[in-house]
C-alpha cells in the first residue's frame, strides 16, 4: 500500500495506473476508522480495480466551538486497516496541501438550496465546507468513482448536485449504513459518548422506526413527528430535528397520500433525524417505501 501527501506524488501514480487501464474507485474519509468506513472501502474494490482513501480532517467542515481540536485522529491504526484490506494507495495530504493560502482564502463551493435547508440550518457553513473539501479531492484523485455513507444523506444528495453542476466524469455510489448490534449508527463521534448516553444512544435508531410505524399507520405526520421529538427528549436527548423528506430532493413531506398518488410506482421517503445527547450530536435516517 502506498501512502503519499503530496498531489503531485498522488497525479504521477494515478497517471501511471490509467496508462495501465485501470480505474480509479476514491473514498474520502477523515480518518478513525471503523467499520461503516471499510464497508465503503470494500464497496470500491467491487468497483473498480484501484482504490484510493484519502485521510483529512477538513477544518471547514466545523463551526468555532466544535470538536475540530479534539475530534479524533488515529492515523495508524486506520492505516493498518486500509493495508488489511488491500487499499492500494492512502492521500494524507495536511492544510498546506488542500488550503495552500489558508482555508479563509480558499475558493469555496456552496451548492443552493440542498445545503441550506435540514442539516444546513443547524450547522449553515458544514455543506460549504463539504462541498469544497470534496471538489478539491476529486481534482486531485480524478477518480471514476467515489463511494460515500448514507448515513450522511444529505451530504451524499449534496455530491451528487456537486457533480452535476460541474459536469464532472465521476459515477457517485452510496454506501448502506453499518449499525452496532443494538442499532446505533457506526460514527467517530460514538467515541464520545460515556457509558450512560451509549446506552441511551440507541433510542434515536429506535425512534426513526416508530416514526415510521406512525406513518404506516396513517398516523399525521405532525403526531408523529412531536411523538418522536417527545420519545427523544424523554431519555436526554436535546432534538434539532425529526423531519419526513423526499428522497430524490429532500422536499418536505407533508401528505404522504399526496406524494403516493403522484406514480403508480411505490415512493421512497426518508426521516432524517440529529439529536444531542450530552455534548454529543448523532445523525441518523430511515428510508422505507409507501
Known sequence: MIVYDKVEQLRLQIKQWRENGDTIAFVPTMGNLHAGHLSLVEIAKIKATRVVVSIYVNPLQFSPGEDFESYPRTLGADLNQLEALGVDLVFTPDNSVIYPEGEQRSAFVDVPVLSHIIEGEFRPDFFKGVATVVLKLFNMVQPDIAVFGEKDFQQLL?????????????????????????????????????????????????????????????????????????????????????????????????????????????????????????????????????
Do not use: W
Open 158 to 290: 449534496i455530491i451528487k448536485q456537486l457533480v452535476q453542476d460541474f459536469n464532472l466524469p465521476i459515477t457517485i455510489v452510496g454506501g448502506e449504513t453499518k449499525r452496532e448490534a443494538d442499532g446505533l449508527a457506526m460514527s467517530s463521534r460514538n467515541n464520545y459518548l460515556s457509558a450512560s448516553e451509549r446506552d441511551e444512544s440507541k433510542v434515536l435508531a429506535e425512534t426513526l422506526q416508530i416514526f415510521r410505524n406512525h406513518i404506516e399507520q396513517e398516523i399525521s405526520i405532525k403526531q408523529a413527528e412531536s411523538s418522536c421529538i417527545e420519545t427523544l427528549e424523554n431519555h436526554g436527548f436535546l432534538v434539532d430535528y425529526v423531519t419526513l423528506r423526499e428522497t430524490s430532493n429532500l422536499d418536505l413531506v407533508s401528505d404522504v397520500q399526496a406524494v403516493s398518488n403522484r406514480s403508480e410506482d411505490k415512493n421512497e421517503m426518508i426521516i432524517l433525524a440529529a439529536a444531542k445527547i450530552g455534548q454529543t450530536r448523532l445523525i441518523d435516517n430511515l428510508k422505507f417505501t409507501i
